[in-house]
């Protein structure tokens, strides 16, 4: 299960079924010792405890469970739409993404490129200097 992997969900719209709902339920168990004096008794209010603190943990369990489906079904249900929208927008003869042959500039990639020709620049003023020649062993 992702949950056991360290998945944990957080629902915007219905924070009921969060993973951290889960682990308070778990956190939160009943924990009484009951002792009458009386082995019956006591064996009946233990008994019946371990059964309240097993429905608490298999409807956690399933409230779980159901969480990941949903979110499953959510990411299903935005790629259905996205295709769905991609489809339409190219049956409508629009764009989908560059045209062929478009090349993207960014502000990184030109502050790169600035950088790259300086020091291509520096290189080689330093490659023609005789003494970078002896070093080097080129001529």
Do not use: W
């Given at each position: 299960?992702?949950?056991?992997?360290?998945?944990?969900?957080?629902?915007?719209?219905?924070?009921?079924?969060?993973?951290?709902?889960?682990?308070?339920?778990?956190?939160?168990?009943?924990?009484?010792?009951?002792?009458?004096?009386?082995?019956?008794v006591d064996s009946f209010f233990k008994g019946n405890i371990e059964l309240?603190?097993?429905?608490?943990?298999?409807?956690?369990?399933e409230q779980i469970k159901a969480a990941f489906e949903q979110s499953e079904?959510?990411?299903t249900d935005l790629h259905s739409r996205i295709s769905q929208g991609i489809?339409?927008?190219?049956?409508?003869?629009?764009?989908?993404?560059?045209?062929?042959?478009?090349?993207?500039?960014?502000?990184?990639?030109?502050?790169?490129?600035?950088?790259?020709?300086?020091?291509?620049?520096?290189?080689?003023?330093?490659?023609?200097?005789?003494?970078?020649?002896?070093?080097?062993?080129?001529?």
């Amino acid at each position: 299960m992702l949950y056991e992997k360290g998945v944990h969900l957080v629902f915007l719209n219905e924070p009921l079924i969060n993973t951290s709902v889960f682990d308070s339920t778990r956190n939160n168990l009943l924990n009484i010792n009951i002792e009458t004096g009386n082995a019956a008794v006591d064996s009946f209010f233990k008994g019946n405890i371990e059964l309240i603190n097993n429905f608490m943990m298999a409807l956690a369990e399933e409230q779980i469970k159901a969480a990941f489906e949903q979110s499953e079904k959510e990411v299903t249900d935005l790629h259905s739409r996205i295709s769905q929208g991609i489809r339409e927008a190219k049956k409508n003869g629009t764009q989908i993404g560059l045209s062929k042959g478009t090349t993207l500039t960014t502000k990184k990639n030109h502050a790169m490129q600035s950088y790259h020709q300086k020091t291509l620049q520096r290189l080689r003023r330093y490659i023609r200097r005789p003494r970078c020649h002896e070093t080097l062993r080129l001529f």
